[in-house]
């Protein structure tokens, strides 16, 4: 089991590439339009490097922190709403064990509890991953 935890998220998967794909997920990166960003070669994120981890940790973390500030800011929790009913969903079938495992992505609620345009990208990304899960 990997782990990738911060304050406004969390990834659980079985393995560490695993773990990198869904953060690439998350981000709205594939291997190939990260490769190009960070200006290195696919094969040497094939492998999901501590460093790259770190970075799009970092990035989604520090976004999905913002994104907090402004919805509460601004008064637009609703936009949390889509993303905790398929969560719940998930939720449900794997307390009845209508799919196995271990949920892969968890956005913290807390991130709307804290203190600058709307990025909700991480949300709807994260939505799709329990989708996916889930079908």
């Known amino acids: 089991?990997?782990?990738?935890?911060?304050?406004?998220?969390?990834?659980?998967?079985?393995?560490?590439?695993?773990?990198?794909t869904n953060l690439l997920k998350l981000s709205g990166y594939d291997i190939?339009?990260?490769?190009?960003?960070?200006?290195?070669?696919?094969e040497e994120l094939e492998k999901a490097p501590q460093w790259a981890i770190n970075s799009l940790k970092d990035l989604i973390s520090l976004t999905l922190e913002y994104t907090g500030y402004i919805m509460k800011d601004s008064r637009t929790e609703g936009l949390f709403?889509?993303?905790?009913?398929?969560?719940?969903?998930?939720?449900?079938?794997?307390?009845?064990?209508?799919?196995?495992?271990?949920?892969p992505v968890q956005i913290s609620s807390d991130i709307i509890s804290k203190d600058g345009a709307i990025r909700t990208h991480h949300l709807?990304?994260?939505?799709?991953?329990?989708?996916?899960?889930?079908?």
């Open 1 to 20: 089991m990997y782990k990738i935890k911060t304050n406004s998220f969390m990834i659980v998967a079985e393995t560490k590439e695993e773990a990198f």
């Open 32 to 42: 190939s339009s990260f490769s190009e960003y960070m200006e290195v070669t696919v």
């Open 81 to 103: 709403k889509p993303y905790l009913d398929i969560e719940n969903l998930v939720k449900e079938k794997l307390s009845t064990q209508e799919i196995v495992g271990t949920q």
């Open 124 to 135: 709807i990304n994260a939505e799709m991953i329990l989708k996916n899960f889930i079908s």
